[in-house]
């Protein structure tokens, strides 16, 4: 399984395909969310993903939040397959090279609230109340880093 970490321009039309058909797989059809997945930020962002043979296992993006650079949102986490530490190890070489490439001062992200043990493991920490976006529960977390 080889981790891959590319700015969107870096991106091959394959990989840029396979990117878009993982996330519509795993939020559009099983988690039955009606959204734009395809929302903008995926130019500006860094795309990090977990592949063998030409398929995406799990994937995340990061993006700063404004010119400061200050912040990095990461958002689009998931995994192909639930349970066997997947998202946990994309999300741990996701964060070591943001920390080297992205020079930034906080993570953040919106975690579904089933989620939020997931990414308290990983260090970040609850900063509001629960709000509904795309139908689904979710709370701000962050990082410092």
């Known amino acids: 399984m080889n981790f891959i970490a590319k700015n969107f321009g870096e991106l091959s039309v394959t ?3 396979e990117i878009l058909r993982v996330r519509s797989q795993i939020f559009i059809l099983e988690q039955n969310m009606h959204c734009q997945d395809i929302d903008g930020s995926d130019f ?4 990090f993903f977990l592949e063998e043979k030409g398929k995406i296992l799990a994937y995340l993006r990061a993006f700063y939040t404004d010119d400061s650079k200050l912040v990095v949102k990461i ?3 998931l ?3 639930h349970g066997v530490g997947l998202g946990a190890d994309i999300m741990k070489r996701a964060i070591a090279d943001i920390k080297k490439n992205m020079e930034c001062q906080k993570l953040c992200l919106n975690s ?3 989620a939020i043990g997931f990414y308290e493991k990983l260090g970040f920490k609850t900063v509001s109340d629960e ?5 689904v529960i979710h709370l701000k977390m962050q990082l410092e880093i």
Do not use: D, M, P
């Open 15 to 17: 990989e840029l395909y």
């Open 75 to 77: 958002g689009r986490v």
């Open 131 to 135: 709000f509904l976006e795309e139908g």
């Open 112 to 114: 579904q609230k089933s």
């Open 44 to 47: 500006e962002a860094r795309h």
């Open 79 to 81: 995994s192909i397959t």
